[in-house]
């Protein structure tokens, strides 16, 4: 098979050097049972490239099993990974087969293995050596005969520099390794992209595809894509749905030529290219998880204050015993009259949030100061 074949067999688009040098080692080590470690950005391809070299191995007639490591909780991953028989633990109402037998003379597709629990590693290791593992609550082995594919958007190597992964399986994992390089590194295979995915979207719709305009194409040229090839395909859609003309032109798109945050200098910052409705959504949601976040710091400190005062009632025989709430009372009253009635430096010196200050003045029908 020839790499072009290849490409058209597993739906692969790209033409630069990258993505055919990629190819190459892909064709070559497809048929060996040889362990995989493929890096990549979020929507690089690593899916698709994990996908093709199964199909090329000679285990292609049973399908490849894809596991995401970040998406399951950590007490219950071993247990998905190996599986478990009847009654070894609370709830295990029947046997259940792991990830790893289900995918036995197949492949097993291990997304962000960076997020795998280290004792999950370790097991993780020696099921790929040996083949064989015990399941969750069983006396025997079950062998299995499994080709590891895995793939993740950390540096493993900073990982395990850091100790958060072992380096042991790091090189068991990266017996080959692939590194997808992002879309912004490899401009030459963006007007093939947007063409190809115009063209799927379009006839999914039943409807003509349109042309882009060299402007255009300049535009999505020069963008820098953080999300990879899945956030061109949205785009692309989306520009098609919203438009619905026969020309797709440079004034369509710009929304990607508005000022954006070098992504390759502020890698590890959220990038806010452009105000687009899922933008702010994400904002609203990070906002309000640091509203969470600050509420669970205030709920820990109540705690902790209110098993100290309770041992100061339990110890304090007989003398006067202020009630919890009026300790507080007392506390936001001294606090307020402290800082002159400044509610943002009361709530400061009293270690909660200003909201919650208001809150409690109300509560407390406390008079402003
Ligand atoms: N070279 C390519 N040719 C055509 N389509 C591609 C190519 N690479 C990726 N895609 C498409 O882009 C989208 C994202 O790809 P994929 O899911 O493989 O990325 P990923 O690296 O696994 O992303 P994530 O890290 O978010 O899981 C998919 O719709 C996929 O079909
Ligand atoms: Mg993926």
Redesign the pocket.
């Known amino acids: 098979m020839t790499r072009e074949e290849f490409k058209t067999r597993n739906?692969?688009?790209?033409k630069s050097k990258e993505?055919n040098d990629l190819i190459d080692i892909i064709m070559q080590v497809a048929k060996s049972d040889i362990s995989v470690l493929i890096y990549?950005?979020?929507?690089?391809?690593?899916?698709?490239?994990a996908k093709a070299i199964h199909d090329f191995s000679n285990r292609s007639n049973k399908p490849m099993v894809s596991v995401n490591c970040g998406a399951i909780p950590e007490g219950i991953i071993e247990s998905e990974l190996f599986g478990h028989v009847k009654g070894s633990f609370t709830g295990a109402v029947d046997s259940r087969k792991g990830y790893f037998e289900i995918a036995n003379n197949s492949t097993l597709f291990l997304?962000e293995i960076g997020e795998l629990p280290l004792t999950t590693q370790v097991k993780l290791l020696r099921a790929i050596e040996t083949q064989e593992f015990m399941k969750l609550g069983a006396e025997t082995v079950t062998k299995v005969d499994v080709r590891i594919i895995a793939?993740t958007?950390k540096d493993l190597q900073k990982e395990v520099d850091a100790r958060r992964f072992r380096e042991d399986l790091y090189f068991r994992l990266k017996a080959v390794s692939l590194n997808?390089p992002p879309l912004r590194k490899r401009r030459s295979d963006i007007e093939e992209?947007a063409k190809?995915f115009a063209k799927i979207y379009c006839n999914n719709n039943k409807i003509d595809c349109p042309e882009f305009t060299p402007g255009a194409i300049k535009v999505l040229e020069n963008y820098s894509w953080p999300g990879?090839?899945?956030e061109l395909?949205n785009t692309i859609e989306t520009t098609i749905a919203l438009n619905r003309s026969k020309v797709i032109t440079e004034e369509m798109l710009s929304d990607l030529t508005s000022e954006y945050v070098d992504y390759d200098e502020h890698r590890n910052l959220p990038v806010f290219l452009k105000k687009s409705p899922e933008d702010v959504d994400r904002e609203l949601m990070y906002r309000a998880l640091f509203e969470i976040k600050k509420d669970i710091l205030e709920l820990k400190d109540l705690i902790v204050h209110r098993f100290t005062v309770e041992d100061y009632k339990k110890n304090s025989d007989g003398e006067d015993v202020l009630s919890i709430r009026e300790l507080e009372r007392d506390a936001i009253i001294k606090a307020l009259d402290k800082t002159k009635g400044s509610k943002r430096k009361a709530a400061r010196l009293l270690n909660i949030s200003e909201r919650t200050l208001y809150r409690k003045l109300k509560e407390y029908d406390i008079n402003e100061v």
């Open positions: 739906g692969i688009i790209g993505i990549g950005e979020s929507g690089a391809g690593k899916e698709v490239f997304d793939a958007n997808i992209l190809h990879n090839i899945r395909k």
